[in-house]
C-alpha cells in the first residue's frame, strides 16, 4: 500500500556571489545562525528554526541581477518588532531602502529595503500576526 507523501518547507535557496559574506551579514544583523556551510554554501536559520535559507554560488549559472528585480517578483519577509529601528539599523549595516516606512489600512506596519547583494528584504510587523 503507497503511504501519501507529507510535505513540509525544508529551505529556500538563492544563488549569490559572496556566500561567506552574505552569511555573515544575516547572522549578524537579522538573528540568523549556520545550520551547515561550506566552500559556496551556507544553511541559515532564522530565530525560530522554522525558516532555512541556502546562500550558495554557482558561476555556471548566471548570478541574478536581485536588485534589478522588483521586489513583487522576489523578496524574504522577516518579522520585525520595530520596524523604523530595524531600518535605521539595516541601514548601517549596509542595505539600503526600496520603500519606505508605512502603516497600512489594516495596521501593518512593512518596509522593503534591499541587502548588500541587492536581495529584496521586506520588514513586517503584522496587526493580527499570521
Not at 556551510?37 to 536559520?45: M, W
Amino acid at each position: 500500500m503507497d503511504k501519501k507523501p507529507e510535505f513540509h518547507h525544508e529551505h529556500t535557496a538563492l544563488n549569490i556571489p559572496d556566500v561567506e559574506a552574505a552569511g555573515q551579514w544575516y547572522c549578524r544583523h537579522l538573528n540568523m545562525q549556520v545550520l551547515r556551510s561550506g566552500e559556496s554554501v551556507r544553511f541559515l536559520a532564522d530565530s525560530t528554526g522554522r525558516l532555512v535559507f541556502e546562500f550558495y554560488t554557482n558561476l555556471s549559472q548566471q548570478l541574478p541581477d536581485y536588485a534589478q528585480m522588483h521586489p513583487s517578483a522576489l523578496h524574504l519577509a522577516f518579522y520585525v518588532s520595530n520596524v523604523p529601528a530595524a531600518i535605521v539599523q539595516l541601514i548601517a549595516a549596509g542595505a539600503t531602502v526600496y520603500s519606505d516606512y508605512e502603516v497600512t489600512e489594516s495596521g501593518d506596519e512593512t518596509a522593503m529595503l534591499r541587502d548588500p547583494w541587492g536581495v529584496p528584504l521586506q520588514l513586517m510587523k503584522r496587526a493580527e500576526p499570521m
